[in-house]
């Protein structure tokens, strides 16, 4: 339990700064962390989405180009929404410019944003609740809406950016249970999405003991202190396995009718443990496609963070996007690099 173990060590440090002042909120780490602010000077253009990227930091080459005009071929506008403790500049750098080049009028958000604990300078993003962080997506895609006068999108979410879809599709509006014909989304893919919940490769377990000595209230300096230590606000909090918040979310049908979902894995995920977790079951009126990045190609390296960059799994949602993008597309499969190799 070797990550527990330096999450404890992490946590005395963090007490210690903590009991002198512990008066922002607790941020997450993701693989790729994150310190966007937001610039000075407002996006280009007019109305709701400029005005909401004009908080939000710079973007992603390719992303946010408010004269994008939705095509034949790509009707739905792509809208891309990061994981926990990362931003859009981190998580979308690659996949953005190529979903561009392909004829997608594509956007990216920043969501959760919290001053830095060490550092109120600094913005971490993706760390605060996530129940709110749903209605800033809520209204994030309806701004998408209004100014592209598209009917849906397409979600693409990687790791919390993925549950926190299905968390906007179930409770602020994203989907119609009764009425599927009124979803605002056609698709949600996911990249190692936290669906049940993940044990964060051990921290689950030493939150559990805290819990025996009533130490995980938000309000007790020791829980903050240990989500300090380990960069996990809120957000991490919610994602345990057995959280309040994803007992919510999974209550009843994990899909919605009229919503074609394709959660992506890959087996050698250190952050989403155990990586199946990703994973949904098909309810009525919904399509599920459940892939494994292995499946694709059996020696694929990509984890949790290279999901983000490898051919291979930005094939699989290209394909997912399209399906006729794999009929002419030949799936690219990345060659692990020899052990010593330099």
Known sequence: MKFARRIAVATATAALAASAS????????????????????????????????STMGPSPAGTNDLDC????????????????????????????????????????????????????DKTIWGVTDIEQSAVEIR???????????????????????????????KFEGGADPLDPA???VENLIMLGATNHGTSFNGLQQ???????????????????ALF????????????LIGSRVLAALNDGPETLPGIKYTSIATRHDEIVTPPESSFLESDAGATVENKWVQDLCPTSPADHSTMLML???LYLVKSALDPAYADVNEAPCTVP??????
């Open 337 to 342: 690099e020899a052990p010593g190799t330099p």
């Open 22 to 53: 512990l008066v922002t909120t607790p941020a997450m780490a993701s693989a790729q962390p994150t310190t966007d602010q937001p610039p000075s000077a407002p996006a280009a253009g007019d109305g709701r989405l400029a005005a909401l990227l």
């Open 182 to 184: 009124r979803n605002k």
């Open 311 to 313: 051919p291979e799994s």
């Open 69 to 120: 005009v939705p095509s034949t071929d790509h009707p739905r506008p792509v809208v891309l929404v990061h994981g926990t403790g990362s931003g859009m500049m981190q998580t979308w750098p690659i996949v953005a410019p190529q979903l561009a080049d392909l004829g997608y009028c594509v956007y990216a958000l920043n969501y959760g944003g919290a001053q830095a604990v060490f550092d109120p």
């Open 139 to 169: 209204d994030f895609v309806d701004a998408v809406l209004e100014h592209t006068g598209s009917d849906k999108v397409d979600l693409v979410g990687h790791s919390q950016g993925g549950m926190l879809s299905r968390q906007y599709l």
């Open 206 to 224: 030493l939150y559990a003991m805290l819990a025996i000595f009533g130490l995980t209230n938000g309000n007790d300096i020791v829980a903050q």
């Open 228 to 239: 300090a230590g380990t960069n996990l606000g809120v957000a991490g909090q919610q994602q």
